[in-house]
């Protein structure tokens, strides 16, 4: 099942929404640190209320650590970013990606955009900057999990 990468997050409202997202959805969360508050629950609980014991959180000390882990895993990394061409719709999803998002402030580095597999954006009008890092990876996840037939079922029956 595809998953979504966080690195160094800034917001723990953002970083909440995610993990609550991820609970709902059934997908792991990588969380790259360091991050730019702390990582305890009583600053991730106001966005990820009760969900945060139901997110599968795997944290990585480092974006050093994370690549070792990913190299491990043989997993393929797909970059949201507002520097690429194609878009997050044009691309096959497999369930073994990871979805990366970068910090709100700044992105992630130009060593994390080389390593990336795969970058991709969600189309805007001409004129803005982004879309909120939350619900990008909503939308990215979505196409995801369609394309790979990962959804949860809602009624409870195992799928593939």
């Given at each position: 099942m595809p998953g979504?990468?966080?690195?160094?997050?800034?917001?723990?409202?953002?970083?909440?929404?995610?993990l609550r997202l991820a609970a709902c959805l059934g997908i792991e969360v990588h969380l790259i640190e360091p991050a730019a508050f702390d990582l305890s629950d009583r600053n991730l609980r106001?966005?990820?209320?009760?969900?945060?014991?139901?997110?599968g959180i795997v944290?990585?000390?480092?974006?050093?650590?994370?690549?070792?882990?990913?190299?491990?895993?043989?997993?393929?990394?797909?970059?949201a970013t507002t520097r690429a061409?194609?878009?997050?719709?044009?691309?096959?999803?497999?369930?073994?990606?990871i979805i990366l998002v970068g910090r709100e402030s700044a992105g992630v580095p130009d060593e994390v955009h080389a390593a990336a597999d795969e970058r991709?954006?969600?189309?805007?009008?001409?004129g803005?900057?982004?879309?909120?890092?939350?619900?990008?990876?909503?939308?990215?996840?979505g196409e995801a999990l369609r394309q790979t037939g990962c959804f949860p079922d809602p009624a409870g029956r195992q799928g593939p």
């Open positions: 979504l990468a966080l690195y160094q997050p800034d917001i723990p409202q953002n970083t909440g929404t995610m106001r966005a990820g209320m009760d969900y945060l014991e139901r997110a944290r990585h000390v480092s974006w050093s650590a994370f690549e070792e882990w990913r190299s491990r895993a043989g997993a393929r990394l797909l970059l061409a194609a878009p997050y719709t044009a691309l096959s999803y497999g369930p073994d990606d991709i954006i969600v189309p805007m009008r001409p803005l900057r982004s879309l909120n890092v939350a619900v990008t990876a909503a939308m990215i996840l």
